[in-house]
């Protein structure tokens, strides 16, 4: 779920790590995301999506984001850049593994982890995080 309560599909997202990389095939099983979750630096691990999001998520609306916003369950920004100061990433490496990642949805293969389900790439503004 992205987002606290929000249904979408692994699809339509990204995880990086504190380090701005990704770590693991967002579609892996429950016990496989566990196991890589909890081996990062201090167990923490982003949500990356973009406003392409909203239009795919089953329950939310605006003020249900806006909620979460304000409670700082989320994280929002209108560049890639601003979204990695906020979140104290190194900027190039999150906008690389970002760029990376939608050139596999461009292609249809994920030559990092296999992920083989592909709908977004993160691109429209704004950009939201969620650890």
Excluded at 63 to 84: H, S, W
């Amino acid at each position: 779920a992205l987002f606290t309560g929000l249904i979408v599909t692994p699809s339509n997202f990204v995880f990086v790590n504190k380090e701005g990389q990704r770590f693991v095939n967002e579609f892996e099983s429950r016990d496989v995301l566990s196991k890589a979750a909890l081996e990062q630096k201090d167990g923490i691990f982003y949500i990356i999506a973009d406003a392409n999001i909203k239009a795919l998520a089953m329950n939310t609306t605006e003020d249900k984001i806006n909620q979460e916003l304000e409670d700082g369950t989320l994280v929002k920004a209108d560049t890639l850049e601003a979204l990695a100061q906020k979140l104290n990433i190194d900027t190039t490496t999150f906008v690389n593994t970002i760029e990376r990642y939608n050139t596999f949805v461009e292609q249809g293969q994920d030559e990092d982890f296999n992920k083989n389900a592909f709908d977004l790439k993160i691109e429209k503004a704004p950009f939201y995080a969620t650890p």
